[in-house]
């Protein structure tokens, strides 16, 4: 059975350092690009409106990822609260943009690890940390702490991509699949519709870093689940807001032809955009799902760069599949499990 490559770290005692290392960068916190430079350590709030303490809103065994995640038993997800985007659309906002009911959800790094040998113990196929870029140093030492007591499990790292390639770097090693959007071709949509700068820049320095560490190619087990690997979400916005196709191309030519994407159909209007008392020309251009024929152009696009490797979810169904409500944090993702 292939082993999760952060056990050779931990044997080496060099995971107990990179814990180390990353929390020592807590002090002046420069984990994502935002850079807000405040003591977390002393439970200072950054901008993603989070302090010294993980908070993990609710964890589960979840069926909303790619096939090759969620196998029979399910991806054993835990979803950080808060979140260093403040994305318009975002279809979990109640636990992404609601950092004082959020601040009700810290946990200790052993309550984490808890959770890690819970979702194991449930027969989860490998540990999914959603929105984990401004947890870093806490998933890491809960990570510590849980393979201490049997964790054994790949980890998953499903992150917006507004990442630190100096914080990627000390994640090689330990995360095993890279699970990436890419959101936008251009910064005036991340600027507008995401509230951070230089999200393009950014996004694809800390891709680029991914494929440099796992590779092109997935690493699939005896049991047809992903082991290692990389791949890339892109989340067709109607009107074409952010870019997929000029991310296609780029990924083909940084990157390879060959990077596994997952295309994704699941966009419709929640969040701000869908409110009468939010006023902006974008807004109102995200006020709708997306089209059949906007689907199909990227899927040509794809075809015509010669990018095969992927899934693609089907537009009909989709945005109507995955409607999670956090309000229910013990069954937030209902009708996925009836689906599954």
Known sequence: MMQPSYLKLFESGELYDRADRLEAMLASC?????????????????KCFSGRLPVVSTYTPHFGEEPPLIG?????????????????????????????????????????????????????????????????????????????QGLRLPVVYNTNAYDSVAVL?????????????????????????????????????????????????????????LKRGLIIRLLVLPNDLGG???SLRWIHDALSPDVSLSVMAQYYPTNKVNRDDVIGERYSLLN?????????????????????????Q???SAANYYRPDFSNAELPFEDLRDFS
């Open 288 to 312: 709708r799902r997306v089209g059949v024929g906007e689907y199909a152009r990227v899927l040509d696009t794809m075809e015509r760069l010669g990018m095969r490797e992927g899934w693609a």
């Open 169 to 225: 770097k000390l994640l090689d090693g330990i995360v095993d699949v890279y699970l990436p959007d890419l959101k936008y071709s251009e910064n005036e949509s991340g600027d507008e519709l995401s509230k951070v700068e230089n999200y393009v820049g950014h996004a694809r320095a800390a891709i680029a870093e991914m494929h440099r560490q796992v590779g092109t190619n997935l690493v699939f087990g005896d049991d047809g689940l």
């Open 244 to 246: 997929v196709n000029d």
């Open 30 to 46: 420069d984990i994502c690009p935002r850079d807000c430079h405040i003591n977390r350590l002393e439970d200072e709030i950054a």
């Open 72 to 148: 029979t038993r399910g991806a054993g997800n835990i979803f950080l609260g808060n979140c260093n985007l403040r994305c318009v659309y975002c279809q979990n906002f109640q636990i992404s943009q609601n950092p004082k009911a959020e601040r009700r959800n810290e946990i200790t790094h052993e309550r984490m690890a808890e959770m890690m040998l819970e979702l194991q113990e449930k027969g989860c196929h490998n540990i999914n940390f959603v929105s984990p870029t401004h947890f870093v140093p806490q998933i890491v030492r809960s990570l510590v702490i849980a393979v201490e």
């Open 314 to 316: 089907d537009v009909e």
